[in-house]
């Protein structure tokens, strides 16, 4: 059962007098013009079941009950601080990344290797700031300036090893995967090799992961090079195994890297 706190907004037919409020355990009520009123901030579900029993005692019809403001889920980033290598500052998205991050990602040559993009910003800007969402996404930018240019964006996802039942608190959050995205305008430079290199550290010695993933489509050449080139190795490739938006089933591969696999650069 989903035991997420919620609050609660009901509105009934006519104004009701402020001092029904004591009477329902000191609600605000707002008064609308069409002649109805809304008692607003029902904290919890016990409240709720006091609220409808004292409304149904002083005859209150009951027009609506919706929940409003569910606090949405705590979701902290992946990603505890900004890092910095040589040439880069990774840090954790927030929802105004979604701009400069849409001039990129709605590129054909750059969706054309991705899940998908929303035809419009407004839509990509409510996809990019759903909590969980930022929560697994990392900015790049180019230099240590704040006002420094994004440059890509990449995933980590932390997430559970596959484990038999009665081990599975022992895998919980013992892997993660990576994915990446480059604005075109700053391949080629070795980027996205720091940025990667960057983050397997921060997977094994700063969240202590026992193991790293990444997969891409078979043909999307410069993303399976990337994940050799930070030592990543090749596990699956799974023949004809993922529908591409042309149509086509194509081969993916899946790489990763273990913990004691990895060195520091
Ligand atoms: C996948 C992607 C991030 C790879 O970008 P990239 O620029 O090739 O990777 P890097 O930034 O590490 O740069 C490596 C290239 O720069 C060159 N390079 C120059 N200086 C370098 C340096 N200091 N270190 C490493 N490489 C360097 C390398 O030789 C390599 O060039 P090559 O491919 O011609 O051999 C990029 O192609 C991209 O965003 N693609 C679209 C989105 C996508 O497909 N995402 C993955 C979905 S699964």
Redesign the pocket.
């Known amino acids: 059962m989903n035991t997420a706190p919620r609050t609660y907004a009901i509105r009934v037919d006519g104004h009701l007098d402020d001092h029904w409020s004591a009477w329902l355990g000191e609600l605000d009520l707002a008064r609308d013009d069409d002649g109805t009123t809304v008692t607003v901030s029902v904290a919890d579900q016990a409240q709720l079941h006091g609220v409808l029993a004292g409304l149904r005692d002083i005859g209150a019809v009951i027009t609506e009950l919706r929940t409003t403001g569910t606090p949405a889920p705590i979701c902290p980033s992946v990603l505890e601080r900004p890092l910095q290598t040589e040439r880069l500052t990774l840090r954790p998205a927030t929802a105004d990344d979604a701009d400069p991050t849409w001039a ?1 990602r709605q590129l054909k ?6 899940t998908g993009c929303p035809a419009d910003l407004e839509g990509y800007r409510e996809l990019f700031s759903k909590p969980a969402r930022l929560a697994t996404t990392v900015i790049l930018t180019l230099g240590h300036d704040p006002e420094a240019p994004t440059i ?1 964006d990449f995933m980590l996802r932390r997430e559970d090893a596959w484990a038999q039942l009665d081990v599975a608190d022992q895998a919980r959050d013992t892997q993660a995967e990576l ?6 305008a ?11 290199r960057e983050l397997l550290r921060y997977c094994f010695e700063d969240l202590g992961v026992r193991r790293v993933t ?4 078979l043909g ?4 399976w ?2 994940m050799e ?1 930070v030592g990543m190795r090749r596990e699956v490739h799974a023949v004809r195994e993922s529908l591409h938006r042309s149509g086509r089933w194509l081969d993916t591969v899946g790489y990763a890297i273990l913990e004691q696999e990895w060195s520091p650069a």
């Open positions: 990129f040559s750059v969706n054309e290797w991705l890509g994915g990446w995205v480059l604005d075109p700053f391949t080629g430079h070795g980027y996205a090799t720091e940025a990667g990444a997969n891409c489509f999307n050449d410069a993303s090079r990337l080139r």
